[in-house]
């Protein structure tokens, strides 16, 4: 289950700068989905503890014979993304 798409920004949050959706902070490991230009990709957040850390989304490429390529890109702010609520939690 996913939820509505945010913004992803840079806000005060707990006495510092934190990236946010919606208003509340995400964290390394998230699960998050980001908007592209052919729909919406499944991966993970991360950023470093640096204030000025980009962010980063963490995601898989299927490759023939069962391999899996782990990519990573940016992610601007202003970009769309939503959260991946995961079950159990």
Not at 2 to 9: N, S, Y
Not at 17 to 22: F, K, M
Not at 50 to 70: H, T
């Amino acid at each position: 289950m996913t939820t509505e798409p945010e913004t992803l920004r840079l806000a005060p949050a707990q006495g510092t700068l934190r990236w946010t959706l919606g208003g509340r902070v995400l964290h390394g490991g998230d699960l998050i989905q980001v908007c592209c230009s052919g729909g919406w990709i499944t991966g993970r957040f991360e950023v470093g503890s640096d204030v000025d850390a980009k962010p980063l989304f963490y995601f898989s490429i299927e490759l023939g014979g069962g391999k899996v390529a782990q990519q990573f890109i940016e992610i601007p702010e202003g970009a769309l993304v939503r959260r991946v609520d995961q079950i159990g939690s």
